[in-house]
Nanobody, 123 residues
Framework: QVQLVESGGGLVQAGGSLRLSCAASGSILSINVMGWYRQAPGKQRELVATMSRGNSRNYADAVKGRFTISRDNAKNTVSLQMNSLKPEDTGVYYC?????????????????WGQGTQVTVSS
């Protein structure tokens, strides 16, 4: 099994910055894609940013130029630097790991999710 633990959420004023971090633990050989999703009240969960093991990055249009995703493949961690935050960035942010290869070389059949961390941006 794989566990994802997020940290770094909180309350910030519009225009401020926050950094989210996520660490994956368990018997992990590698993770293909790690990323962040968010869910605002009354809305569906949406992609924020993902990053492949080969350093390919994908961002939602709403966060391009403001958010930066990074990861450490050796440590199985992923971070999200969020700058110029807006009230519409408010929500619960979830870490995601997809394409896990376990220590026994078997491939995982499903993505893993963290428990979520709250980000609140006040106007």
């Amino acid at each position: 099994q794989v566990q994802l633990v997020e940290s770094g959420g909180g309350l910030v004023q519009a225009g401020g910055s926050l950094r989210l971090s996520c660490a994956a633990s368990g018997s992990i050989l590698s993770i293909n894609v790690m990323g962040w999703y968010r869910q605002a009240p009354g809305k569906q969960r949406e992609l924020v940013a993902t990053m492949s093991r080969g350093n390919s990055r994908n961002y939602a249009d709403a966060v391009k130029g403001r958010f930066t995703i990074s990861r450490d493949n050796a440590k199985n961690t992923v971070s999200l630097q969020m700058n110029s935050l807006k009230p519409e960035d408010t929500g619960v942010y979830y870490c995601n790991a997809d394409g896990v290869v376990y220590g026994n070389f078997l491939r995982g059949r499903r993505p893993y999710w963290g428990q979520g961390t709250q980000v609140t941006v006040s106007s």
